[in-house]
């Protein structure tokens, strides 16, 4: 039998109540399909500033180096803000990206069918099932690029730069083919390379690659436009394969099109395999050990693990289709309408497993 080890950091605010959600789930799946899973549990952002000191303890990124993948809740809150931007939780969050190697990150925007009217978009827009992945590079460009203040004339000026080379370029990029080849076989690169040289050097680069994959369509957009046609006919997207800072904005848009923020996951890859998976909302300190937040968005996370991390795509099927069964019963007070039960966060996670039990 089949065993992982999994690095688990619980984080700050709510993450501590959405991880044992999803733990939860992770046995109840491991004992439907047929293996076992061991946790080690490490600190990160502002619980480990409190324990030690700093956001990212040396013993962290040990435990997650030595795992198979890592779950992570949410890091950060109000109580940590007056700290030096060095030390503040974030830091772990970005140092723990870092220290894995994790150059590529995997955003899902994904319409459950009984969230539909939650929608922000029109029905006729959304017109049929949609489900986009974005792949952002993470580790390169403007946002890590050589930056500074200078004095002009007597005038402060700031200046940040946007910097790729080949091989950044071609890692993200064969994340995005290898991803449209196990979808629809449709890959969308957005830049900007009617005005910046490294979208041109971008743009480039991946259409050499796609020779590599004939079976793949590829399309290229400007990042202006795939902004518009994100909300004006999001279907015509599969996958999408952008830069740090233009999949920054554009993970964030395309997300919203599933009505809730309590419902995204996403995926964090390096080139070991072995990846950190996490919700991409944030701590919500003010409803922290309330019993209220969603774990939907990290129960889905670990659907996203079983599937690129671990080898278990039919354990992550099983997950999303719960997920799917429970929504047509049962909200969380985030995405809660008349008609549904409202439940707390625990009750959602038993309601998951037990869904899980029945398929």
């Known amino acids: 039998m089949q065993n992982y080890k999994i690095a688990v950091l619980k984080g700050d605010g709510i993450g501590p109540e959405i991880v044992n959600e999803s733990i939860k789930v992770l046995d109840a799946v491991a004992e439907k399909c047929g293996f076992t899973v061991e946790y080690d549990e490490a ?37 940590w ?26 955003r899902p925007a994904r319409i459950f069918e009984p969230l539909r009217d939650a929608s922000p978009l029109r029905a006729d827009i959304i017109n049929g099932s949609l489900d986009i992945m974005v792949v952002r590079e993470l580790t390169g460009g403007i946002y890590f690029g050589e ?40 890959l969308c ?16 680069t991946v259409t050499k690659m796609s020779k ?57 890859l390096g080139a070991s395999g072995a990846g950190l998976y996490e919700p991409i909302h944030g701590s919500a300190p003010d409803i922290a050990g309330q019993n209220k937040a969603n774990p939907l968005a990290t129960i889905l996370s670990v659907a996203m693990m079983l599937k690129y991390s671990l080898g278990q795509p039919e354990a992550s099927d099983v997950i999303e289709k719960a997920v799917a069964e429970v929504l047509t019963e049962a909200r969380t007070p985030d995405i809660y309408v008349d008609g549904f039960r409202k439940v707390t966060c625990s009750e959602m996670g038993d309601l998951v497993c037990a869904k899980i039990k029945a398929l």
Do not use: H
């Not at 518009?228 to 997207?237: D, E, H, I, W, Y």
């Not at 740090?244 to 419902?263: K, T, V, Y």
């Open 43 to 79: 600190l990160l952002g502002g619980s480990a500033i409190d324990a030690v000191g700093v956001p990212l303890p040396d013993e962290t990124v040990a435990k997650c180096k030595a795992a198979d993948s890592t779950l992570l809740g949410a890091v950060g809150g109000p109580k």
């Open 189 to 204: 690169s957005v830049d900007k390379a009617n005005v910046l040289e490294s979208s041109r050097l971008w743009r480039e």
């Open 147 to 186: 930056r500074g203040r200078l004095n002009e004339n007597g005038v402060e000026a700031a200046y940040d730069t946007e910097k790729y080379s080949v091989t950044e370029i071609e890692r993200i990029a064969r994340i995005g083919f290898d991803m449209a080849m196990k979808r629809s076989k449709k």
């Open 212 to 268: 590599e994959y004939p079976e793949v369509e590829l399309s290229f957009m400007y990042v202006d436009n795939c902004a518009m046609q994100l909300v004006r006919n999001p279907s015509q997207f599969d996958v999408i394969l952008t830069s740090n800072i233009f999949g920054d904005i554009l993970s964030d848009e395309a997300s919203m099109i599933s009505g809730s923020i309590g419902m995204l996951a996403s995926a964090s």
């Open 81 to 106: 803000d007056s700290l030096p931007g060095n030390v503040r939780p974030e830091k772990g969050l970005l140092g723990i990206r870092s220290a894995l190697g994790l150059f590529a990150n995997l």
